[in-house]
């Protein structure tokens, strides 16, 4: 993906922020399945959304070129991330999918959303994307999902800024990246 990410460093939190990352923390130290785990994360995310103690305003800021990852917490033993991520109107993802279960939550503005369902190739056809859903997610809204069947397209179709927090099973600042692939095959749609 082309977004930059801007490291983590331990003073930069809110009170907020702890209270959410010690939600998570909770929810994924049940060590369920991944489903009803990303479930519980959405729950602990949810409350939190929207708040303007939650960030800090450096949290806050986008890039003129890209979307902006900003990394809150990683985790000590690899099990989550927390990724801040600012968009600018017209910024967008490739279509993606990713490396662990994933949940989002828009704190401000609203991010649209395209899922594709793969299909592979056969009987001497490529193989292509077959968009499934579109979605327009406001602020407070939270969606979770899991690999597979996470393919998806992200863009600020706004005129004002947009930002979303997103819970990864995963190390982000180990990975660098929450993508497992992305996508560059023909899309119906």
Do not use: K
Not at 1 to 20: E, K, P
Not at 92 to 109: A, I, Y
Not at 148 to 162: F, K
């Amino acid at each position: 993906m082309s977004a930059s990410i801007t490291a983590y460093r331990a003073a930069r939190t809110t009170g907020r922020l702890d209270d959410l990352v010690a939600g998570v923390r909770e929810a994924v130290g049940r060590g369920l399945p991944p489903d009803l785990t990303a479930y519980l994360v959405g729950e602990r995310l949810a409350p939190h959304l929207g708040a303007a103690d939650l960030l800090t305003d450096e949290q806050c800021e986008g890039d003129d070129e890209r979307y902006r990852q900003h990394l809150l917490h990683a985790e000590h033993d690899g099990s989550f991330s927390v990724v801040g991520l600012v968009w600018l109107p017209g910024q967008h993802t490739p279509v993606h999918d990713h490396v662990s279960w994933c949940v989002t939550g828009v704190h401000e503005g609203a991010e649209h959303e395209r899922r594709y369902r793969l299909v592979p190739a056969a009987s001497g056809s490529p193989a292509r994307l077959v968009a499934t859903e579109d979605l327009v997610n406001p602020q407070g809204a939270v969606c979770g999902f899991a690999p597979p069947g996470d393919i998806h397209r992200v863009w600020n179709a706004g005129t004002e800024r947009a930002i979303s927090l997103h819970v990864y099973g995963a190390d982000i600042s180990r990975l660098g990246t929450s993508v497992r692939r992305v996508y560059e095959l023909p899309a119906d749609r």
